[in-house]
Each structure stands twice: as C-alpha cells, then as structure tokens.
C-alpha cells in the first residue's frame, strides 16, 4: 500500500515530466514568428533582416531568442523521401548558421498531416525523417500545424478514434524529435482542440495552442485574451498554454490596446512571439515589446500563470503571483471609452497597506490604504506590481 501511495505522489509531481524532462521552454519561450506579418511572402533574405533587427533594436538582449519560419518554405521531397526547401530558402543550413551567428535560434513549421494549412508538404509517413533533416540543418524550434491532418480524422468512425489519431501523430513527431538528440522545443499548433491543455504535455509539447488564430484587432485579441481564464493550473515551466502569436507593431490596435496586449500575455506567462516586421518598427513598437518590467513578469521564475481575480461590467482585474512573492495585477477596461475603476488589494490577500509600481508609466505610486482609484483608458490597461 505504502509503495501504491508513494507511486501515486511520484506522478504527481512529475507531471508533465515528458514536456519537462529535455530542459527547454523552463520560462515562456520569446521570439518572433513570420506569419502574422509576412504569410506567405516569407524568405531567406526577410529571415535574415529580422535576425538583425532584432539584435539591433535591442530585443535580443530583452530575451527575444527564436527567429521562427511558418508555412510555406517547403518545397518537394527527393527520391529518397528526405524533405527539400523550396527555391525561397535555397540553403537552409546556411541560414541556420546565420541566425545562430547573431546568438539566436531558428525554428521552422511543418504539419502531421499529409499537406500544411497552405497545401505545401506536411510531415505524415515521414516524421523520422524530417526530424532528421531538421536536426542536421541546426533547427531549434519546430511549430507542428493540425491543419494536414484534419482530413483523416474526419475519416475516423468515432470522435474518439479522432482523438487517438491526433495524439499518436503529436507522440510520433516528439520522438521523432527526441531521437534526434537535438534539442528542439516542440510547439503544437491545434487550435485547442479536445481541451489540448489536459494532454498537450503528455504528448511532448512544450507549448500547445489553445485558441484560434490571433488578428491584428482588438475584439479579436481581447476575445482570445481574456478568454484564457481557468487555464493556468495546466502550465508551468517547460509546458506553457499559447494563446497565439502577438500582433504588436502592425498597426490595426491602438498603443492603449498594444499595452492592454501585452499586459495580459505576460499576466498569462505566455510565450511572447512578436509577429510584425522587426526591420521597420517605430521606436514606440521597440518601446511596447522591450519593457523590462513587463518582460520581468512574462519571464518570472515561478512559472505561475496568473488568472482572473474579478470582473465588474467592462472592468476586469487579473493578477499572477511571482517568485518574490508580488503580485502583477493588471487592471483592463474592455469598453470603447476611459473609465474609472476601483480596486480592493484585499481581495488578492494583501492585508493593509500595499506598495505599487505602475510597470508602463515606470513610477512609483507609493503606498495605498483601502480601495485603490483609476482612471483607465478605453481598451486600455494599468499594469502593476502590488508588494505589502
């Protein structure tokens, strides 16, 4: 009995010991991906300027590590099976060891179905293989699109052999991965489909998607955002819920919504992977995605995702608990015009008199007794970090 109870309390606190035990993603993975910005348009020389770009604005050094290439650098396979890029990339290898020159990481896009999103080869019959392939070429990162595969699980007679078709295909490729001997962060990009946070670290990944594609617009951010509520007891370091890519700097949200967008990625400890085109921001862009305090709070060595603490009309207040034992409390207005807010620091087991630093405005706001009073902008955000 004694050795059923110690087994019981091993698993416990091991889980999620698959996504955990090759050492990556500990904190929330930071880089950049070509999609948002780029689609289908992507190449080796845009690659190459935004490994640039991104040492000279200043976000290598912030954290920023991955240069990530989406869908569509595919080309066909030789005689052999082995996977080719197509005349966009005509020497991946090369342009690894470009990026890593800059003291970043590469990653790269593929599908466990037959085709990817945009029909170019996906990985089915051939992850081995690919894994292979991605390894030799230097690939740190690889982004795994449920889009190929849809078509087979809609041939499957139940939605539960859906179900087992989609998790033997994401266990394959993260052995695959394994095997390899490479250490590659292993990104599932399923949409959220059948509750991926249950079981997306029992399969290898390292991050999992749990909502639909992201757009460069506030209804949709916020809908995804905010949607994240409930989530944060299934992440933790090496296995982190990824409510998609950021849209700050391509110019369809206001710099309120930008901080508003930022603020509540980091309040979610999720992966922050910027998506606009890093070679022609404005020093405001550099400003939004390079805050250290807010970076700070996405980065924190706790690994705790933070959670809605309340929410009164269009006013919600979320916080996470951090490693030094403050809390980030950001305070959200969700309506189209300012508005004041007022906030109880007793709600979150503060007890008495708080400190607060406003993480945007860069200040100090001294000590606080009773409700705290703001005026927030509309779609806006006050970002703090609160300590008794």
Not at 20 to 38: E, V
Not at 44 to 66: N, P
Not at 179 to 204: F, H, K, M, N
Not at 208 to 220: E, H, L, M, N, P
Request: proline share 3%; glycine share 10%; aromatic share 10%.
């Amino acid at each position: 009995m004694m050795r059923l109870v110690l087994a019981v309390i091993w698993l416990f606190f091991t889980f999620p010991a698959i996504a955990q035990k090759d050492g990556l993603a500990a904190r929330p993975p930071m880089g950049w991906n070509s999609w948002n910005h780029f689609h289908r348009q992507v190449d080796d020389a845009i690659i190459r300027a935004q490994a640039e770009a991104m040492v000279s604005s200043g976000m290598r050094d912030a954290g920023y590590l991955y240069i990530n290439i989406d869908d569509t650098w595919e080309g066909e396979r030789d005689a052999k099976g082995n996977i080719q890029a197509n005349s966009k990339f005509p020497d991946m290898k090369a342009l690894a060891d470009f990026v890593h020159s800059k003291g970043l990481k590469l990653g790269i896009y593929s599908s466990p179905g037959a085709k990817t999103c945009a029909r170019f080869e996906g990985s089915l019959w051939h992850e081995l293989q690919d894994a292979q392939t991605y390894a030799a070429w230097g690939i740190d990162y690889l982004k795994y699109d449920l889009c190929g595969l849809r078509e087979e699980m809609k041939a499957a007679p139940t939605s539960e052999a859906a179900h087992k078709i989609m998790i033997d295909a994401y266990t394959k490729m993260h052995d695959a991965l394994r095997s390899t001997g490479r250490p590659i962060l292993y990104s599932l990009c399923q949409y959220g489909q059948d509750a991926v946070w249950e079981w997306g670290a029992d399969v290898g990944g390292n991050l999992w998607r749990t909502t639909g594609d992201i757009s460069d617009k506030y209804a949709t951010m916020a809908e995804i955002g905010f949607g994240q509520a409930g989530l944060g007891r299934f992440a933790g370091p090496g296995h982190w819920n990824d409510p998609d890519m950021l849209e700050v700097g391509n110019g369809g949200m206001t710099a309120d919504e930008y901080r508003t967008h930022m603020s509540l990625w980091a309040i979610l400890a999720a992966p922050l992977l910027a998506g606009n085109d890093l070679s022609t921001m404005t020093p405001e862009t550099v400003s939004l995605l390079t805050n250290h305090d807010v970076i700070a709070v996405d980065q924190d060595a706790a690994g705790k995702q933070g959670d809605r603490v309340s929410a009164e009309g269009p006013v919600e207040v979320w916080a996470r608990s951090l490693a030094d034992g403050s809390k980030a409390v950001g305070i959200f207005n969700r309506q189209h015009a300012a508005l004041v807010a007022r906030v109880d620091f007793a709600s979150m087991g503060f007890k008495g008199a708080v400190k607060a630093w406003d993480l945007w405005q860069e200040k100090e706001l001294g000590r606080i007794n009773g409700l705290f009073v703001i005026k927030v902008p509309a779609h806006g955000v006050v970002f703090l970090k609160v300590t008794q």
